[in-house]
């Protein structure tokens, strides 16, 4: 990894917007969950899960070179993430190892193992965002084969992050303000993850982990993450239309559907959730993407009824340009004669 290259991953938590966003975040409703008493315990037991689980999430989006993930309310959901609290776990047998072996043996026995474990605690979370399996973090075998293909480009994380740990703790010393070593110190957990993604990307781990065989589901488990999946995926896009790009939200749910096994199911829904939206223009631009999909797929019956449902929306909807002469040919094959008049008109 060049210098340049180093400088661009540590500016990355401050200058990619969601990622920035999701740290102000998290700050603010650490402060809140410490000064709300009793109340701050149910508010830190329902961060915690979503802060760790957004780590991964961005350290799998670096490491596969998608943009950030943008904080969704998904993310707070305890019982369906509860994989993502591992990391807390981990660290919480990391504390207790080290307060037994500093009072059991010598500072050099607890210094060794800190410094060991520090070197492998990203590759064990990038096996974690790679396989979802905690069990599969903590197999040596897999840590050392993501080390192994990451090559030296893993080992400039802990030296990074020790040297702004020290600058951030000297600066500390100095009389930082408290508020500012707060967000550095997040900064610097935010770092772990995106730099370990970095590396991953750069060296192509992400394909090259094995992942472990699945348990096969039985067909409601499958139906209830299929819509589990679903739903995130429409949060997510609503999140971009929401902030005024809906270019970016239409290429989320794009994306999914891409990724799907049966495309059909897929657009069908989408186009089903975003109709009952408070706003319907969103559905109908995703209109013109279904009914390319329905026209390619030499669904006919259907292309036609989804025009007609747009239309009763919205009678300014029109087909993509592309798809009007072959959605003006199908009409006439089939006969129906409005339609023919509506799509002769566009051409």
């Not at 008493?37 to 802060?51: D, E, Q, R």
């Not at 993501?146 to 802990?158: E, G, M, N, Q």
């Not at 223009?281 to 449902?309: C, H, P, W």
Request: glycine share 6%.
């Amino acid at each position: 990894m060049k210098p340049r290259d180093i400088l661009r991953e540590l500016a990355f938590p401050l200058t990619d917007m969601a990622v920035l966003l999701a740290i102000i975040a998290f700050w603010l409703l650490a402060k809140l969950a410490m000064a709300a008493g009793l109340l701050g315990l149910w508010l830190a037991g329902v961060v915690t899960p979503a802060f760790f689980r957004y780590l991964l999430l961005i350290l799998e989006a670096r490491g596969a070179a998608r943009p950030a993930p943008t904080l969704g309310g998904e993310l707070f959901n305890w019982v369906e993430n509860f994989w993502s609290l591992f990391p807390l776990v981990l660290l919480a047998i990391i504390v207790w190892g080290e307060y037994f072996l500093a009072q059991k043996y010598p500072a050099f026995v607890a210094i060794g193992f800190g410094l060991i474990i520090a070197s492998i605690f990203p590759a064990s979370m990038a096996v974690l965002a790679i396989t979802r399996s905690p069990v599969e973090s903590l197999r040596p075998a897999a840590i050392v084969q993501l080390i192994r293909v990451c090559r030296l480009d893993y080992f400039l994380i802990l030296p990074i992050v020790a040297a702004l740990s020290a600058i951030l703790a000297l600066l500390a010393a100095s009389g930082l303000h408290r508020f500012g070593f707060e967000l550095g110190f997040i900064y610097l957990v935010f770092l772990v993850f995106t730099l370990t993604g970095a590396v991953i990307a750069r060296s192509g781990a992400s394909v090259m982990i094995s992942i472990p065989d699945a348990k096969p589901l039985a067909a409601d488990e499958i139906l209830t993450r299929a819509e589990s999946e679903r739903k995130s995926t429409l949060s997510h896009a609503f999140g971009f239309i929401s902030r005024d790009n809906r270019a970016g939200g239409l290429a989320h749910i794009q994306s999914h559907i891409d990724n799907s096994s049966d495309p059909a199911s897929e657009y069908q829904w989408f186009f089903s959730e975003m109709l009952t939206w408070e706003s319907k223009d969103e559905a109908l631009f995703f209109g013109q993407t279904y009914l390319s999909y329905l026209l390619n797929q030499n669904e006919r019956v259907a292309a036609m009824k989804l025009i007609a449902r747009c239309r009763l929306e919205n009678s300014l909807f029109r087909p993509l340009p592309q798809d009007r002469q072959r959605a003006f040919d199908v009409a006439t094959e089939l006969g129906h004669d409005d339609m023919v008049e509506f799509l002769s008109s566009l051409n």
